[in-house]
């Protein structure tokens, strides 16, 4: 389209073969549509630990990240239940930093800024097989970044070999043009018996940010208590983010202790996209939130935004942690509300973005 809006988006240099892989991520969203996120207090992740002393190994790791086969396309892999990454990797940067000790051997893989989110990928070898539920204690920060929420995910894709996948995103107001990064595993978690491996695999790097454009949308909506105001979109080469905040009213709050809401989005194509929560901050009344989507189709004019509501009854914990100690500053528990009501949900009125019209 000749409008000054696509011409930017276009501008962003996607490559012409994701094209076919934007297409095809839309349609295979339509069968894994479905992202839970609830109503929560904000959590500041920990900065990570300095220092780390390496040592000499028992067996042999291959000397390269290249020599394990899985490690082309993390991003693509983690597709599978992630689909929303699978065109991060021509726009991400290499790294492949290698740490290992006590039997395991970490590979920093891929990383990828947008100014907001760090997004990274990571390998693991290990000695001996940890299992099919391996887990791991990992934390990252961004320098001069106070909130970061967002989440982790691993698999085992062989014997003794697993990769992952790392998303924070900073809760400050503005967008940053390079973030200086530290990330790091300090424990792995395996077996029926919660049996741990302990360590210090850290890593420290910068990522310039990619390219972006950001359209002001600033549209409200609202229905029995629960506002939703869609304040902008946020689009780059590799996928598109929605800031929203959701706010209630006290009798809401007092009727149900868990409010979700989901944004189910598709463009006049028909096409429907697959998002992933990027965490939000706010209070019990409101709260903003960033989220995720996949890339947005090349002949897509408009995006249809439907935020579907959720009002539940359920026992909730969590708390918050001090973004430079990693100590816990407060926690909260709660079995149900002052007055509960059955549960309940509803969608709200359609927001439209034009893409068509100039930011």
């Known amino acids: ?121 990571y390998s693991i070898i290990t000695e001996k097989d940890l299992g099919e539920d391996l887990m791991v204690k990992d934390s990252l920060a961004i320098r001069g970044v106070s909130g970061l929420t967002g989440f982790s995910q691993i698999q085992k894709v062989d014997e003794n070999e697993y990769v992952g996948l790392v998303t924070m995103t900073s809760q400050d107001e503005d967008e940053f043009s390079m973030a200086k990064v530290k990330w790091g595993i300090d424990q792995f978690v395996y077996g029926d018996s919660s049996e741990t491996i302990e360590g210090d695999w850290s890593f420290s790097f910068k990522l310039e940010s990619t390219d972006y454009q950001t359209k002001q949308v600033m549209e409200t909506v609202e229905q029995d ?29 007092r009727h149900w202790n868990d409010v979700n809401v989901d944004l189910m989005v ?57 973004a430079d100690t990693g100590e816990e500053i407060s926690s909260y528990s709660e079995s149900g509300s002052e007055d509960p009501l059955p549960d309940r949900s509803f969608d709200l009125e359609d927001i439209v973005i034009d893409l068509t019209r100039k930011p």
């Open 1 to 121: 389209m000749s409008n000054k809006w696509k011409e930017e988006l276009d501008n962003l240099e996607l490559p012409d073969e994701l094209h076919d892989r934007a297409k095809a991520g839309v349609k295979r969203a339509k069968e894994e549509k479905k992202r839970t996120k609830g109503w929560r207090k904000p959590v500041a992740a920990a900065v990570l630990f300095l220092g780390l002393t390496s040592v000499t190994l028992g067996f042999s790791f291959p000397s390269t990240a290249g020599q394990i086969p899985i490690v082309g396309n993390i991003f693509e892999e983690m597709s599978d239940s992630l689909s929303v990454f699978e065109t991060y990797k021509p726009f991400s940067t290499e790294l492949n930093k290698v740490e290992q000790m006590n039997g395991i051997q970490v590979t920093l893989n891929d990383a990828i800024f947008d100014g907001k989110t760090v997004t990274l990928t």
């Open 225 to 253: 208590g629960v506002q939703v105001t869609l304040e902008k979109m946020t689009a780059n080469p590799m996928s598109f983010s929605l800031t929203y905040t959701q706010s209630i009213t006290e009798e809401v709050d």
């Open 266 to 322: 598709k463009d006049d194509l028909g096409n429907v996209y697959e998002g992933v929560g990027n965490g939000g901050s706010g209070d019990e009344y409101s709260i903003t939130w960033r989220e995720t989507f996949q890339v947005i189709h090349p002949d897509a004019s408009e995006l249809i935004v439907t935020p579907h509501v959720s009002l539940q009854n359920s026992e909730r914990s969590g708390g918050s942690v001090n």
